[in-house]
């Protein structure tokens, strides 16, 4: 029997998520989170409530742990940094910081010459007028955007100007693009040229905020191996470990940009707990803590469908599923609108 007993940053549905996947493994858990409401409490063994720079609630947590991870990619570099001199934190806190900044990602990606969005950094309002070349486009906060927060489209130069932006933040102008379709992969990396790695999953969003995701993806050949081939490029550059997820754009001409990276689990990749004999929560918790690595097989094509706001009412009051749908209720408990509160998986 196992003994490990596995941290886990910040209390949401991916914690949850990871939580039990952990537990099937006989792997304790312990969620440190911010909010005092996190639903992952529902499924760990520990939870430690506290701000993310208390450093008694960061000693709390880290003491009772073995191995360090994280269920979102917005935690103060410090304390990754802190917890990492005590307890190996994975992904290692370098791989966090790159990730969350949009610049930094972006110049990374491009530097393995992967192709992304054409994009320019913006910190003050004067720089502008240069602008033209990357309009239309979608100014974006380079840090602590999620689902769609903290973006702005923007048609033309008078458009941005007439815009009350906050501009001591720092920004990035992504150039847009023509979409045809987006599609995520996900990926485990174990150690050296170890991967377990998901086939191309399509997503449909809805303002800015994923709806579905699919299995197959409806892609060509190429764009099926030229997504898997640079996400492999990008985990085994950074020396991740753990589970990653590569977001892609595909344009009206079969171009293949990466839009970011995500340096956890991830929402597209719901699917995988039923349409696969080992989800990405499962290979994350095994490459983090170092259990063995078992070859992935395709059970069944799938969708998911994420829940938002109250579209999770009707799945609360009427249980009565097909016996190929899976309902997730992640337990939060107040309803906000385009809050993802659950999902739908079906297997096709
Ligand atoms: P978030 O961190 O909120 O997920 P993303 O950069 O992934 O931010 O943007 C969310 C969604 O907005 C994308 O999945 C895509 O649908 C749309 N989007 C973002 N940037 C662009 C772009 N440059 N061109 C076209 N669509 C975009
Ligand atoms: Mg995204």
Redesign the pocket.
């Known amino acids: 029997m196992s003994e490990i007993s596995l941290g886990i940053i910040g209390g949401g549905q991916l914690g949850s998520m990871l939580a039990i996947a952990a537990k099937k493994l006989n792997i304790k858990t312990v969620i440190f989170c911010d909010d005092a409401d996190a639903p992952a409490q529902n499924f760990c063994n520990q939870f430690v409530n506290g701000n993310y720079e208390n450093k008694e609630k960061i000693s709390e947590f880290v003491n009772q742990v073995d191995v360090v991870t994280y269920e979102f990619e917005n935690i103060p570099f410090e304390t990754l940094n802190e917890i990492n001199k005590l307890k190996p934190v994975l992904p290692k806190p370098s791989v966090n910081r790159l990730v969350q900044h ?1 610049l930094a990602e972006k110049d990374f990606v491009n530097k393995l010459n992967i192709r992304t ?1 054409r ?1 320019v950094s913006i910190g003050k309002k004067s720089e502008i007028d240069a602008l033209e070349d990357f309009l239309p ?2 100014l ?1 906060t380079t840090t602590l ?7 702005y489209p923007i048609n033309s130069v008078e458009e941005m100007n007439s815009l009350n932006i906050n501009f001591s933040k720092e920004y990035i102008l ?6 045809k379709k ?1 599609i995520s992969i996900i990926i485990t990396r174990f150690s050296n040229n170890k991967y377990e790695i998901y086939e191309p999953i399509e ?1 449909i ?1 809805e303002d ?3 709806k579905h995701s699919i299995i197959p993806a409806d892609i060509n050949e190429k764009i099926f191996d030229q997504s898997k081939e640079w996400s492999m490029l990008i985990a085994e550059e950074l020396k991740y470990v753990g589970t990653l997820c590569v ?1 892609f ?1 595909i344009d009206r001409n079969n171009n293949l940009y990466v ?2 990276i ?1 340096p956890r689990v991830h929402n597209s990749g719901h699917l995988t707990i039923n349409a696969f004999n080992v989800s990405q929560f499962e290979n994350h918790v095994r490459a983090v803590c170092g259990l063995e690595q078992i070859p992935l097989k395709k059970i069944s094509n799938a969708k998911m469908v994420n829940l938002l706001g109250d579209q999770i009412s009707y799945y609360r009051n009427s249980p009565k599923l097909k016996e190929n749908e899976f309902f997730f209720d992640y337990l939060k408990k107040e309803i906000k609108e385009k809050r993802k509160m659950g999902h739908i998986t079906t297997l096709l």
């Open positions: 949009r969005t994009y486009g979608i974006k955007g999620y689902d769609g927060k903290g973006q992504e150039k847009l693009v023509k979409l987006e997503n969003h800015q905020i994923l977001e754009f839009n970011e995500a």
